[in-house]
Every structure is written in C-alpha cells, then in structure tokens.
C-alpha cells in the first residue's frame, strides 16, 4: 500500500465516522505504527493547508477528527439552524402524534399504523431534537425505541404529556388508531 492510498484510507475513515477515532485504531486499518498514523495525520493536514481546504484533522488526547476549520463555523451554523427551522410536514406531525400518545415505540410500529416507511421522518425528527433514542426492545434484533424530547414538549407548548389533547372524548373505550395493532385505553 502506498502512500496516497494510505492517506486516502486514513481520510475515509474519519469522514465517514464523523466522531473522534482512536489513534490506534487509524494506525491498525492503515497497517502503520502509531508514530507513522501520527505522521499520516499530519501529511493529510499539510495537504488540507497547502490547497486551503476548509477541512482540517483534529487531534483530541489520543484521537483525532475530521472538522471544519472555525472560519467556516457562521456558514454552516446558518445551514444548520434554517434546517432545523423548517416547517414540520403533515407526515413529520402524524409521527409525532404517533409517538408522543403511545411512547416509547420503534420504528416498525410507526409503519406500521402508518402503512408507509417512515425512516427518513423519525431521523428528521430525531435531527430536530423533537425525537430521541428510548433504550431498545428486548426481543430479536433489539429495535431502538423513540420517545419524544423535553423540546418537544417546548415546542409544542406542553408542560408535560399529560397535556395532550385526547384523540376523541366520545371515543372511550375505542381503538386510538386503526391498523393491525389497535390500542384501546384498556390495553395502553
């Protein structure tokens, strides 16, 4: 392996974990010392400098990440924020109905009231700070459960749970969604 290929598998890997890596870690996939990653790294940053890239490698401890450069900070944070801004969707709110009146849930079941896939909705949600991992299910596969946020609750003007409206007062003892697992206020 040479050494453009090692730099370039050293980059991949710290792009696409996007949270600090071990060293270590760099070193073993790149089949180099720790002394020779530490080098890598510093190659990799030279060459970030020299072409005045907006990417930068961060040492942190014995760890290193792939950041922007602070310059590039009032950009991204206007990026970020006018997404997080951005009008829920009449899909974004019958997930949040789902989730804040039968919490905690998994994804399967948000799908499966709602007959569609509903991923790139829970992971927009999740984004928003409106949603959050709950811990994950004890059964095969372990699926992750959602529950909503204390920004949720914000957001929408709720002191707590308790305050969600009910679905219908005249509907009792009826099923809060229809599909294949129906929920009654007996079974919650």
């Known amino acids: 392996m040479n050494l453009n290929e090692k730099l370039s598998i050293l980059e991949a890997v710290l792009f696409a974990c996007g949270e600090p890596v071990e060293i270590k870690k760099l070193a073993k996939v790149c089949s180099v010392s720790k002394d020779t990653a530490i080098d890598l790294i510093k190659i990799l940053n030279d ?7 907006a990417l930068q490698v961060m040492k942190l401890d014995d760890c290193c990440q792939l950041c922007t450069r602070e310059e590039y900070a009032e950009y991204i944070r206007s990026v970020m924020e006018s997404k997080r801004s951005t009008p ?5 709110l019958e997930v949040l109905t789902i989730v804040a009146y039968n919490q905690p849930v998994t994804k399967s079941f948000v799908e499966n009231i709602r007959g569609v896939d509903s991923s790139s909705i829970i992971n927009s949600l999740v984004e928003k700070e409106l949603l959050i991992e709950a811990g994950r299910l ?16 914000r957001c929408f003007g709720l002191n707590s749970l308790e305050d969600l409206p009910p679905l219908h007062e005249d509907q ?3 099923p809060l969604f229809k ?3 129906l929920l009654t206020k007996e079974n919650e």
Do not use: M, Q
Request: glycine share 6%; hydrophobic share 25%; aromatic share 8%.
């Open 47 to 53: 060459r970030y400098d020299s072409n005045k890239s």
């Open 88 to 92: 829920l969707s009449n899909a974004a």
């Open 138 to 153: 004890d059964v095969p596969g372990k699926p992750v459960l959602f529950k909503t946020t204390n920004n949720f609750l």
């Open 172 to 174: 009792e003892d009826k």
């Open 179 to 181: 599909g294949n697992n």
